[in-house]
């Protein structure tokens, strides 16, 4: 989940830290839509192969947006704790399936950041930053936490993130914008 291809996304960062990178974002196409089995079963079989010395996800986050429990925005789709985490009862059939697709998504991160982790030793995770009673894929533990800027990877806002990471340290990350 690189995002849309630009000069400071973090793909192109990567690369130019001198890293090979193999990036996927149904964004640029459906070549890459990580929902797909055809596209999802051979990243996974090279990441249960080594074949990658980290993995890096930031997948889509509207389903959890804490923007969903503003008053006059968008009524919140996922709950706290239990069953409500996963979706909502009651939710109509775009959004139903909007969670489902956001569940699987985050399913497969999960198991390939686990891959990377058993295999590399190295993992990172961002994700809305967490803050306490919002509903969040961050409640974990045995992992440096972050919270840094987006605007220092292009975004046209500051926005606050979370990074999660295991086997290095994202202690540099900007956790303010700089920008006028």
């Known amino acids: 989940f690189s995002g849309p291809r630009r000069p400071l996304c973090l793909a192109e960062l990567f690369r130019a830290g001198g890293f090979a990178v193999d990036d996927s974002d149904l964004c640029n196409g459906a070549q890459y839509d990580l929902a797909d089995d055809t596209v999802w079963m051979p990243i996974r079989e090279r990441l249960l192969a080594g074949f990658y010395s980290a993995c890096f996800a930031s997948l889509p986050c509207s389903t959890f947006s804490r923007l969903r429990s503003i008053p006059d925005g968008p009524g919140p789709l996922r709950g706290l704790s239990g069953r ?97």
Not at 100 to 122: F, P
Not at 148 to 170: D, E, P, R, Y
């Open 84 to 180: 409500d985490r996963y979706g909502l009862k009651h939710l109509s059939i775009t959004n139903a399936e909007l969670v489902r697709l956001h569940n699987l998504l985050a399913t497969r991160s999960a198991e390939a950041l686990a891959i990377s982790l058993r295999t590399k030793g190295v993992a990172i995770l961002e994700q809305p930053a967490l803050r306490d009673e919002e509903v969040s894929m961050l409640s974990t533990d045995g992992v440096q936490h972050n919270v840094g800027v987006q605007c220092a990877f292009g975004s046209h806002c500051a926005k606050l993130s979370s990074w999660l990471s295991v086997g290095c340290t994202l202690g540099d990350m900007p956790s303010a914008c700089i920008h006028s």
